[in-house]
């Protein structure tokens, strides 16, 4: 896979390992269909590959910064884009690695659940900010949920507040935290890359499998419900309020 000067994803292949890299720094690594095209394009072709790992990581500063808002301010929404994304990270038989260095808001925190092994640096945050925008985290809650309980993110759920990486740690969201990450990663490889490759195989699918069996049902049934959420009146004032840096109309 050739990357253009100009591409937001940027694909390296080598035997050991496909790394995808989010490399839209500019726009925070928003997800537009553009951005999330180009990722699937990534995925699938490194599923293709006889790289043994998927590392999926991001220029700085932030991993992703979830949807672009002001593409879904201009017109309806559609996350099927970023359920392919979901459903490609799943169904490659390589292990995948997320590798973060800078933070994770929303659909960026779906993608990196989505991933087997998640390494993260003790500086990096999360949120899921939908229901700030008066929307609802029902499509990542998908390959979150898949990872822990509900028990564990409902507070973080319902009030959009940041989390830190200790907690996510604690919590199973990620898997690593580590104070030079992409070393780590690449100590993960190395210890895949040791082990028998269809073992490992074979493996990954068993424990996706085990995670949750109705993945697919349940990812188009929380999409639909995420579409529908943002195209009401509350998430329009939301995501307008978020634009124009204002308070939304229900703010106390």
Known sequence: MTSSTDAQVVLEVTPRAATITLNSPNTRNA???KFLAELLLAIEHSG???????VLTHAPP???????LKQVASGSID?????????????VRQPTIAVLTGAARAGGLGIMAACDLVVVAPTVNFA????????????ISVPILAR???SSVVAAFITGEEFSAARAL??????????????TAQELVTSICAAGPEAVATTIKILRRAANDAYKTNLDEMRQLSEHVFES???????????????????M
Not at 128 to 139: M, Q, R, S, Y
């Open 148 to 150: 822990v309980t509900w």
């Open 79 to 91: 996350l099927s884009g970023l359920a392919k994304v979901f459903l490609a990270l799943r169904q």
């Open 233 to 251: 009146a509350e998430a329009r004032e939301g995501i307008d309020a978020f634009l124009h840096k204002r308070p939304p109309s229900w703010r």
């Open 170 to 183: 604690s919590i199973g969201l990620v898997s690593h935290v580590s104070d030079d990450p992409h070393t």
């Open 62 to 68: 932030v991993f992703c910064s979830g949807l672009d």
């Open 128 to 139: 899921f900010t939908e229901v700030k925008l008066g929307a609802v985290p029902a499509a």
């Open 31 to 33: 997800l537009s269909s």
């Open 48 to 54: 293709e590959t006889n790289s043994r790992v998927i």
